[in-house]
Nanobody, 120 residues
Framework: QVQLVESGGGLVQAGGSLRLSCAAS????????MGWYRQAPGNQHELVAR???????NYADSVKGRFTISRDNAKNTVYLQMNSLKPEDTGVYYC??????????????WGQGTQVTVSS
């Protein structure tokens, strides 16, 4: 089994910063891409940022220049540094990892979600 444990969410004023972390644990062969998604009330689940095992990144247009995704492959951990936060960044942020386990195809695992609230 694979578990993703997120941390770092909270309440912050507009213009502030937060750093999310997500650590993968369990039995697996490798992790391909990792990413962060978010869902705000009334909105669809959307990709925020994604990073491949080789370090290539892509971001939602709404967060470009403000958020930075990074990963530590040795620790199986992905980070999301969020700066210049806006109220519209509020939502539940979910970590995602594409995990390869021996004998099984690549599979998407999800964290439990961490709440980010940005007050105006």
């Amino acid at each position: 089994q694979v578990q993703l444990v997120e941390s770092g969410g909270g309440l912050v004023q507009a213009g502030g910063s937060l750093r999310l972390s997500c650590a993968a644990s369990g039995s697996f062969f490798s992790i391909n891409a990792m990413g962060w998604y978010r869902q705000a009330p009334g909105n669809q689940h959307e990709l925020v940022a994604r990073i491949t095992s080789g370090g290539s990144t892509n971001y939602a247009d709404s967060v470009k220049g403000r958020f930075t995704i990074s990963r530590d492959n040795a620790k199986n951990t992905v980070y999301l540094q969020m700066n210049s936060l806006k109220p519209e960044d509020t939502g539940v942020y979910y970590c995602n990892a594409q995990v390869l386990r021996v004998g099984t195809p690549l599979y998407d695992y999800w964290g439990q979600g961490t709440q980010v609230t940005v007050s105006s």
